[in-house]
């Protein structure tokens, strides 16, 4: 691949039998979205948005040898056009980029990427709408006790059985109440409030909160769905609309039985659970902290600080260069200082960081550009794959664990920029792959989306 003027262009080549067929594209790619650009033709790509691209290396080269790879590739039918080539290489400015799959040497940050606005949730609406009625394929975690226990998830769960899963379901609904709370009037809300009166009647929900106390179903979605559970009980509560205060008393008994189940399971879990999936105490804390503080409930709360404090007030040297493993959709480290920053004060939290992650860059007051090299975004190797797909949502959560850390340092910080830096690189990375391709990440990324693009954490933590 090489990129001349910011236009990516390619020589493409088919292989039938024998005999090769070469082929030099002479339009650029990408091309604008229909309805994004004055007129068709190529668009520029700027070298932070390279990243997306997997771009490795990028370097300046001499004008001469760019000319000469493009003679080396060019088709022998097209050799006199690269006059014309060569006359405007010397003219502008080129570089060549090789893709593998690790993140660039450098991006530059654009604020504006990634913003949320009323397009940006339409397209995260539809995700959700896509999902929380769709029964199928579907993985359940469910506990057979007797024949009578064997039924299809709309029966054993009827509130929450799309999504592919019950947690997914859970924060599908959350995601469709928090874009009908920040832009009420638009075009899905009506659809979105529809699918919520549905799943959320008293009847549904009175039967979930009876499958949650079933026999053999103590560690039913512990902690990871309930935590979810409770962002959207605390985004109801939080909602000033008759329909949010009718779903939030349907919900009371099962978030009731949430809250007894985790305030017996806290206190019994000896160490934390440090991995990059859906088991992560740290993570599950903070949604848990953010919502106990958020509905006053204090004794909450305090369990759910003081068990931060146990588990991880003492850690030092966290080893970042760890990660990430090859299903991980949370990062252990990251998602331990992002609950460390919830219960200490910033100059404690400060302090606490710098023993704990002392690989974060501190850039001198006169650098301008951050460095992102000490946390390279990563790249999903197969988005079709339910597993594997994860890598996507860790971009995702990694920016929004990220732009915690900040809020809570001092200003002054000198470790400031190069987390801004990392964040940014994996905001752009994780928004882009949230595209519904594929139904094993479409199902549950544009909730990652949303959380990060909303700032909930950052909101919720003040």
């Not at 850690?315 to 200082?337: H, I, Q, R, V």
């Not at 404690?348 to 951050?370: G, M, N, T, V, Y």
Request: glycine fraction near 6%; charged fraction near 20%; include cysteine.
């Amino acid at each position: 691949m090489s990129v001349l003027n910011g236009h990516i262009h390619q020589v493409l080549q088919k292989v039938e039998g024998n005999v090769a067929f070469h082929t030099a594209m002479s339009t650029a790619l990408p091309q604008p979205a229909p309805g994004t650009a004055p007129s068709s033709g190529p668009m520029k790509v700027s070298a932070e948005k390279l990243a997306t691209a997997e771009i490795t290396e990028i370097r300046q080269l001499d004008p001469f040898d760019v000319a000469q790879g493009w003679l080396r590739l060019a088709l022998p039918a097209i050799v006199s056009m690269m006059r014309c080539v060569i006359a405007a290489v010397f003219l502008f400015p080129s570089i060549v980029a090789v893709a593998e799959n690790t993140a660039p040497k450098f991006a530059t940050a654009n604020p504006s990427f990634g913003g949320f606005d009323v397009h940006s949730a339409q397209r995260f609406a539809k995700l959700a709408l896509a999902c929380v009625e769709k029964e199928y394929p579907n993985k359940i975690s469910h506990v057979l006790n007797s024949d009578a226990d064997v039924a299809p998830p709309r029966k054993l769960t009827p509130a929450y059985y799309g999504c592919y899963d019950w947690h997914s379901s859970v924060h599908g609904h959350w995601l469709l109440v928090k874009l009908i709370r920040t832009f009420p009037d638009a075009s899905f809300a009506r659809s979105a409030r529809d699918a919520l009166r549905k799943s959320l009647s008293a009847e549904n929900l009175k039967q979930e909160a009876t499958y949650l106390r079933g026999a053999g179903r103590a560690s039913f979605e512990r902690p990871y769905g309930l935590a979810w559970l409770f962002q959207l009980c605390a985004e109801l509560r939080e909602w000033d609309d008759e329909q949010a205060r009718e779903m939030s008393a349907n919900l009371r008994p099962l978030e009731e039985e949430a809250v007894e189940r985790l305030k017996t399971w806290l206190p019994k879990l000896s160490h934390p659970v440090r991995i990059g999936e859906h088991d992560q105490t740290a993570f599950a804390l903070g949604l848990m902290l953010d919502y106990a503080r958020s509905t006053g409930n204090e004794a909450f709360a305090k369990l759910a600080s003081d068990s931060a404090k146990k588990f991880f007030l003492a850690d030092k040297d966290c080893p970042l260069n760890y990660e990430p493993s090859g299903e991980d959709f949370l990062s252990p480290c990251l998602g331990e200082a992002d609950v460390m920053r919830r219960v200490l004060s910033p100059a404690e939290f400060a302090k606490w960081l710098k023993d704990f992650l002392p690989q974060i860059p501190a850039a001198p007051p006169q650098s301008e550009r951050p460095t992102i090299d000490w946390l390279p975004i990563v790249v999903s190797p197969d988005p079709s794959d339910p597993k594997l797909a994860h890598l996507d949502g860790l971009n995702l959560s990694r920016a929004w664990m990220l732009e915690g850390i900040i809020s809570a340092l001092p200003a002054d910080d000198l470790r400031r920029p190069a987390l801004a830096g990392a964040a940014d690189a994996h905001r752009r990375a994780g928004l882009t792959a949230v595209t519904g391709e594929h139904y094993e990440g479409g199902h549950w990324l544009g909730s990652f989306a949303v959380y990060l693009t909303t700032q909930r954490g950052i909101q919720r933590a003040k």
